[in-house]
């Protein structure tokens, strides 16, 4: 009897002990120092997965196994780790540190994961370690498995990056710092001609699907768009549209901090696929020769050697007024599509007043259009600023924007020139797939340059230019 007292109270002290140490650090600090013991026991293998590889591109199994990483509920029970705000206010996301370990079991054997930072602004390493006994049993499906979650995960919760070059490494992505790309543009926001916006669209959507075709003429996967027109016609507001429509990250290049050519070219390679690189105010850069980055250099990153390593990428240049720059940036091979943005003209001002006011007809709309067809215009942009300003009347927002217009002090003699400049900037129309084309030269120097252009079935040499439509009054 006395035994089993004495067995009991044995039991009972035990159980107290455990649970005291169970609300203390000790307890987690025995069971870390068992498991240490017991790895010294093993011979380990370790792997390096770099965030660069040797040229200095990206390593896609670097973002891959981070994106596992991250995933992983075990390493919310690490000692110390990163927590910040989501695309959504409510969103918390919990991140890797440097020198931070993240443990992970797969087939019953336990793998540690740390990430490593061995210079100051160099990249991140991301080191594996396991034991050497299992890495003929695990090693191989254990990387199927990562890319496996990983991919799911990216398909489910697909959020678009701005990444801006900077003058000295980010650690992040070399040059390249990136943050959410939230621009809520789309083509359905847009405000611009119907027909020119599902022509793009569907280029963009045989591009997608194009990359046998691509691979079969020996070309990389890529394509190119120039965007010209006055600044506030919703150039910017494009590139957003057409990344949101395709689903792929903006690489947003800014000439004024590359050094020079092979500089340029580093950037380059280190973009991602599905990417698209843009490039806006290049006229400005190259008229007024702001930068370190010579005409030659910039003709190279368009369609050199250096362009073609990489796939499934658009390039986007935008410019305000392309007739003074050099036709060696503009030639075909180089631009495979030009899409003009002119003023606002009748139609699209309704399309505004529907978007910002929610007016769909009104009293003024009859002087507006004499307006418009007295040749007096206004950027999109000028116009949706004098709405969003006036959007709780808009009888007088629509009364500011007769007195903008009136402003402009356009003539009858400026309406002539207007009309002139339209007739020699003529649309034409393809045969086959009613594209539109916008001709800065006659018809038979048009055809001598560039041939007759088809929507699907161009040589690299043919360049696709759609204007925009302009509407008879």
Known sequence: MANMILLLSAILGLFLILRLLSKTSLLHILLNQFQSLEDKLHIHQSYRVPQLNHLFQENELYRKVSTYLNSLPSLEDSDFTNLFTGSKSNDILVRLDINQTIRDVF???????????????????????LRKNDKRRILRPYLQHILSVAGDISQRKKELMLCMNVDTPSGENGRWRSVPFNHPASFDTLVMDVDLKNKVKADLETFL???????????????????????????SSFVAAMARFLNFDVFDIDLAKVSDGSDLKMLLLQTTSKSMIVVEDLDRFLMEKCGDVSLSGILNFMDGIISCCGEERVMVFTMNNKDQVDQAVLRPGRIDVHVQFPSCDFSSFKNLANNYLGVKEHKLFPQLEEIFHGGASLTPAEIGEIMISNRSSPTRALKSVITAMQATGCTKSRRSSYDDESFRNMELTSGDQGGLLSRDHSVRDFRKLYGLLKMGSRRKDEPLDLGAVEKEG
């Not at 336990?110 to 991301?126: C, D, S």
């Not at 699907?209 to 150039?235: D, E, I, M, V």
């Open 107 to 129: 087939l019953g054997a336990r793998v540690t994961w740390t990430i490593e930072k061995p210079e100051k602004n160099g990249p991140r390493i991301l080191v594996l370690r």
């Open 209 to 235: 699907k194009s990359k046998q075709f691509y691979h079969k003429l020996g070309r990389a996967w890529q394509r190119s768009y120039l965007l010209y027109g006055p600044s506030g016609t919703g150039k």
